[in-house]
């Protein structure tokens, strides 16, 4: 068993110390933002929309046509060139609405994208950190159950002790090297998940961070979520199905035709002067018109369609800002939970916790109580600074929430 135990600490402590990339908190952020995928994707899309503004007064293909030959008389060589251009009503305004919409909509996307990176690279920062405070703990307990294994060995040897207590020392033992090299390993899982989320090809860890209480100076107000990019950007979407429904509207607006012309009369009298037209003398005019739709089914089923996407739109915002307003009161409610137990094992039970395995020790060193008073103590006040650590990682944990829900990166 002991062997186990020194193989897998030798292993993972060689693969932790292989290769990796020594970050802060702050440049975590940084290099997260600036290197993982999905932001990435969202600059891009931004970047898409923006080129697509320019597509808001779009015209169709210019129609261009020449006539050529016996169109108009017995003349062969007679050519009209005709130039016409439609006009469609959705370039007055309605798609430059639309394309500033969704470009707005990018810019939300992306910044949610961002506001949700954040908020997972400081989870798992802090989540290492409690491991490592975690790992500190673990370390003082194999030291405390080393001193105990050795003892209850020489007390064995010379008859003081029975095999149960030399037995029961050596498992309490185990039991901590196992723990250790399992946290050791969620280390190593935590990590990797940084790792993924910063974009990196070495494996990461943080540095200058300890487990310490988050400040927390904001006081909490549920309309803190308004702030919140997500909110922002499901609340564009209702003004992007508002904009489509106007482009779909224009759409069954008449367009409007302009055309030019310049053609030959080849043999056409003058009445006036009695001129003959030759190949050099050039008829010019205009027309104007418009394309009018006479079946308006179409464009009727597409205004509605666009009419429940707009309503889809507004259904989904509202429902998503009730659930954002509920996780927020419910994260309310956690932070204020973990707060009061953080404050009752800093003011009262670490002390307690200190003062016991201090006593243990001393008691049990003296011959004043026996091995499973002593394991009791000292088992009561490791447990007391390991559920210290989980609270005060669960409180860290509760602030990040809060500010991810306010849209605080």
Same mark, same amino acid.
Do not use: H
């Given at each position: 068993m002991k062997k186990y135990f020194l193989v897998t600490l030798f292993l993972l402590i060689t693969f932790l110390g292989s290769s990796q990339q020594l970050l802060p908190l702050e440049q975590a952020i940084e290099t997260a933002l600036k290197n993982n995928g999905s932001v990435r994707t969202e600059t891009y899309n931004v970047e898409s929309q923006r080129a697509l503004k320019k597509t808001g007064f779009d015209l169709p293909k210019t129609n261009v046509s020449l006539l050529y030959g016996?169109?108009?008389?017995?003349?062969?060589?007679?050519n009209n060139l005709t130039v016409t251009q439609t006009i469609p009503f959705t370039a007055f305004g309605s798609q430059s609405a639309l394309n500033r919409s969704l470009m707005v909509s990018s810019e939300l996307k992306k910044a949610a994208t961002e506001n949700e990176l954040v908020f997972q690279v400081k989870q798992v920062c802090y989540q290492l950190a409690f491991l490592k405070a975690r790992q500190e703990l673990l370390q003082q307990q194999d030291s405390i159950y080393e001193g105990f294994l050795k003892v209850a060995s020489l007390r064995y040897k010379t008859g003081e002790a029975n095999l149960l207590e030399k037995t029961t =020392?050596?498992?309490?033992?185990?039991?901590?090297?196992?723990?250790?090299a399992k946290n050791i390993t969620d280390q190593v899982v935590v990590r990797t998940q940084l790792k993924t989320l910063i974009n990196s090809n070495e494996l990461p860890d943080i540095v200058n961070m300890e487990l310490n209480k988050v400040s927390f100076t904001n006081t909490p107000d549920s309309a803190a979520i308004q702030s919140n990019p997500s909110t922002s950007y499901m609340r564009q979407q209702v003004q992007v199905a508002k904009d489509v429904k106007k482009v779909e509207? =224009?759409?069954a607006a008449p367009e409007i035709l302009l055309g030019f012309f310049t053609?030959?009369?080849? @043999?056409?009298?003058?009445t006036e002067s009695g001129a003959i037209a030759t190949?050099?003398?050039?008829?010019? @005019?205009?027309?104007? @018109?418009? =394309?009018?739709p006479v079946w308006f089914v179409p464009h009727q089923g597409r205004v509605r369609a666009a009419e429940y996407n707009r309503q889809s739109a507004e259904s989904n915002y509202q429902y998503y800002y009730k659930t954002l307003q509920g996780q927020y009161q419910q994260a309310i409610q956690e932070y204020a939970k973990n707060k009061n137990s953080l404050y009752y094992y800093t003011t009262s039970a670490l002390p307690n916790a200190e003062l016991i395995l201090k006593q243990s020790q001393t008691a049990f060193k003296n011959g004043e109580i026996g091995y499973a008073e002593y394991l009791l103590g000292v088992q009561k006040a490791i447990a007391i600074k390991e559920g210290h650590?989980?609270?005060?990682?669960?409180?860290?944990q509760s602030i990040i929430y809060i500010e991810f829900l306010s849209g605080n990166k």
């Open positions: 016996q169109y108009n008389s017995y003349s062969k060589n007679d =020392a050596e498992s309490q033992r185990n039991e901590v090297k196992n723990m250790l509207s =224009a759409k053609q030959t009369l080849n @043999g056409v009298q003058d190949s050099s003398d050039r008829f010019t @005019g205009f027309q104007v @018109g418009l =394309a009018i650590l989980q609270t005060l990682n669960d409180y860290n």
